[in-house]
């Protein structure tokens, strides 16, 4: 078969396309109506996130858990929530930066300041009260 | 040859390749192999050869994926007495498929049910097995699992970027024979203005225009342009008919420039990694075949929901504990001479084992890498109807990476089941930190970005993101270089009565001939041990 751009479907599909376009615009919106906005995602190969909640949505969640309660399976998360170890932000901090056994680190991923953001969000939520907060300059010297 | 004659001798490859081994160990050599053009071979070199096993010799085997079950095939026929435990209720590990009617319910408790039309799946895991990957693909000869051709590189599939073109996919072959051909024309002009005198005979430079020539598909005057030439492989605006249908119209390159600036020219070696090469194979059916395939073999020694939760070894043998995966409470244990264990590191790192520092501290070593991937069920193939896309990948800088069409089932007028998105790096974390119905919510949406068709066409979709699946916390050991040089050969060693093996002791990683060649390395050094020891 010599598939090329010359099919009918394929000319009649060009030639509606931009109405194909100005549709699928309608259907966002009306479907923005009735359904909750796309989650936020990054583009360009690092987090763009910034706030500590949002950074923690956008990574830690995938494994500790929307509400840090972490998980079990063949192996487990730890909880986040109510975490003594959390008291030591350099913990904290390093295990982000540098990752800990299976847990990967994030240093090449995130800024400093956003390290610091994630991991005071994390010491100070989810049942932990450590209101001691870490700034970027902490985070930097454990890179 | 005496040391006097060597010190005379011209030093041949292989006196140097013997230097590297004795001075550097096996891997660096295997490292120079590679690089002087020797090795392209697997060091799988056919079927394993285990005789003589003790008599009433027990093995216990941790782990019914790929590495875990050519263990048990392997070992039991070799004539010990194997036992597997295996968390899941399937074997297979991460060499799994989703079909219609499968649950899976992810770490965090969200559950899935694929609603897939009979024959359709999605591959979570391995979907593509190279040709040079000998042993997995002689698991699939010797169990007879047929095998069909995954279309790797598709010159009619998309290449895409939402800020190239106008955000307007742009077809392979033209992108490809685009590039090849500007770049061979720009070539051939170097030589004929003697810019490469200083890098080759003028003889040579001569060869090198014929080759261009050819090579990018220039005309006579080695210029690249719209013409019979460039359109015999980037296509025609009108093709070539038969009686009075119209005379072909050939096509017009797009500009050099435009490719440059598209970033598309990062796509088109993609082919090229020999690990894509063609001829490279999907088993019929789904990549779960061949696993599956083996386990047939074995499954009267394999234990299914039983999750490890203490390896001890001592002097006379290995006492393993475990509990049912639903119901820790349930502690039981199994005993055996012998153990070879390939549960994943990222689970592996978690259990109480005794094993030396060394072996510990490899364990510890290694990161599991996130990624997910996005099955999505439409009503019809609009893409080989449509957009002529029969298999193959379409490539993107939007966050699902890729999309890609089923590699069988071609000019079927039902539906089909796409790859919706392949998803690496920091949207990796992302994509898996959502609620699964999310993930293939965004799938579409950036589906259709490249196919307008999906809002159409859309009917269902499942989503596994690696670092929420319950049997691995993650995809594969993602080694950093340092680590491998601190502690790869650490982890691969017998350790008193346990060996390990896995993806993760492998230099494939991720790649189920990884596991293969692990555990026949593992086994074939843990006989030759006990067979010492007996």
Known sequence: MNANTSSPRRAFLLMIAPWLAALSILVAVSAGADEPALPQISEGGRFVEQDGAKIYGAICQSCHMPQGQGAQGAGMYPALAKNPRLAAAGYLIYNVVQGRRGMPGFGAYLSDTQVAAVANYVRTNMGNGYTDSVSAADVAKLR | ?534
């Open chain 2, 1 to 534: 040859m005496s040391n006097e004659d060597a010190a005379q001798a011209p030093l041949t490859r292989r006196d140097l390749l013997a230097m590297v081994g004795k001075v550097a160990g096996g891997s660096a050599m295997y490292h120079a192999m590679t690089s002087l053009g020797f090795a392209q071979a697997s060091p799988y070199s056919g079927p394993v050869r285990l005789e003589g096993a003790p008599k009433g010799a027990t093995i216990l085997i941790l782990g019914a994926g790929v590495a875990g079950l050519v263990a048990a095939y392997e070992l039991r026929n070799a004539g010990y007495q194997v036992k597997v435990l295996e968390y899941n209720n399937r074997a297979g590990g991460r060499a799994w498929t989703l079909r219609g009617g499968d649950e899976y319910t992810e770490l965090g408790g969200y559950s899935q049910r694929c609603e897939f039309d009979k024959g359709l799946y999605i591959n979570p895991g391995p979907w593509r097995i190279p040709y040079h990957h000998y042993g997995i693909l002689d698991y699939a000869k010797r169990l007879k699992v047929p095998l069909e051709p995954f279309m790797q590189v598709n010159y009619n599939a998309y290449l895409h970027s939402k800020n190239a073109f106008g955000g307007v996919p742009q077809r392979f072959r033209h992108i490809h024979a685009d590039f090849q051909g500007h770049a061979s024309e720009l070539l051939s002009k170097a030589v004929n203005k003697n810019q490469l005198d200083n890098a080759m005979t003028r003889e040579d430079q001569e060869v090198l225009r014929d080759a261009l020539k050819t090579w990018g598909a220039l005309d006579k005057d080695y210029r690249y342009t719209a013409g019979v030439d460039s359109s015999n492989r980037r296509g025609y605006d009108v093709l070539p008919g038969g009686g009075l249908m119209p005379s072909p119209v050939p096509s017009k390159p797009l500009a050099l420039d435009q490719i440059m600036k598209s970033g598309f020219w990062r796509h088109l070696a993609e082919g090229n990694d020999q690990s894509h090469h063609s001829a490279i194979f999907q088993p019929v059916g789904g990549m779960d075949q061949i696993a599956q395939a083996i386990y047939r073999e074995v499954s009267s020694l394999v234990q299914f929901n039983a999750k490890v939760t203490k390896i001890e070894q001592g002097d006379r043998g290995v006492t393993v504990t475990y509990t049912d995966a639903g119901n820790t409470s349930n502690v039981q244990q199994a005993k055996a001479d012998w153990c070879v264990c390939t549960i994943p590191l990222s689970i592996l790192s978690q259990i109480d084992v005794n094993v030396a520092t060394p072996m510990l501290d490899a364990i510890q070593a290694v990161p599991y890498e996130a990624s997910v991937k996005i099955g999505l069920q439409f009503k019809r193939r609009f893409w080989e109807q449509d957009d002529l896309i029969y298999g193959g990948i379409s490539y993107t800088d939007l966050p699902i990476s890729m999309v890609s069409y089923p590699s069988t089932g071609f000019g079927n007028p039902g539906k089909g089941v796409m790859l919706g998105g392949y998803i690496w790096g920091p949207n990796a974390y992302e994509f898996t930190s959502l609620e699964p119905k999310e993930r293939v919510r965004l799938a579409v949406h950036y589906g259709s970005k490249i196919h307008p068709q999906y809002l159409q066409e859309f009917e269902t979709g499942v989503s596994v993101g690696w670092h929420r699946v319950p049997f691995t916390n993650g995809c594969f050991g993602n080694w950093s270089d340092a680590a491998r040089v601190k502690h790869y050969q650490n982890l691969c060693q017998i350790d008193g009565r346990i060996v390990l093996a896995g993806e993760h002791a492998s230099l494939i990683p991720a790649w189920q001939e990884g596991a293969v060649l692990s555990a026949l390395d593992a086994i074939t050094r843990l006989h030759a041990k006990i067979k010492s020891t007996a």
